[in-house]
């Protein structure tokens, strides 16, 4: 018997079943398949037991969420909104959008900052592991925003950003850049970047000389903001959370 095994657990396709993954059969199948890993080990043997408060299971190198009592939230936070769960001085928080529906969840916390007058994405969950890896710099999980500036932004500016940027606290390199859109003496510009320093992308943007009129986060790691409403909160799916397992490496 190995480490990962239970006589007394739960049969492993039972167990990919009941966490969402794919019907009783079609687990057979992806075991059969050698697409599923307990503890690291890849498993092909229909009869296998495991518990599921304790194995760790990854099926086509994502790993499966088996703990009914985590959630994972992504809510696009207001303008104005203030990114603690409450507020002594009666500022709108994020914890007043969690009444009616979470607030009894236990240690549910959002996974890092949005500053009061940026919008956007913003994930909660009570699984501490995962937040804590998110907000790692060593993880280096990509963030996403679309930012309206002042001026028109200069062919070249992008390259000069990947390559590194210098302000007073070091230099900064963002990920990704590019101009969606320049009118009326402004433009409109996506970057990525993996830096979590407060205020960067504003820092970043006003030092090129291109202070920020309109800031939203769009995505975090491979979970995407698209088209959710503004001050709405949604459960993510299996798929993205396990996309955000695989981004911290869990």
Known sequence: MTSSEHPDGVRLQKVLSQAGVASRRAAEDLIAAGRVEVDGQIVTELGRRVHPDE?????????????????????????????????????????????????????????????????????????????????????????????????????????ELRKGWELEDGIVKVDQFRVKDMHSGKSLVELVIHE????????????????????VRTAVGDVQLGNQRVGSIRRLTKGEVGALYRNVEL
């Open 196 to 215: 979590g320093k407060k205020h960067i992308v504003r820092r970043l943007l006003k030092d090129t000389g291109h202070p920020v009129l309109k800031l």
């Open 55 to 159: 194995a760790v299971i990854h099926v086509d190198g994502t790993r499966v969420n088996l703990r009914d009592d985590l959630i994972y939230l992504a809510f696009n936070k207001p303008k104005g909104v203030h990114s603690t769960m409450s507020d002594d001085r009666g500022r709108p928080c994020v914890g007043e959008y969690l009444m009616g529906r979470y607030e009894e969840t236990p240690g549910v916390v959002h996974v890092g900052r949005l500053d009061e007058n940026t919008e956007g994405l913003l994930l909660l969950t009570n699984d501490g592991d995962l937040g804590h890896r998110l907000m790692h710099p060593s993880y280096r999980v990509l963030k996403t925003y679309l930012a309206e500036v002042d001026g028109l932004v200069p062919r070249g500016l992008g390259k």
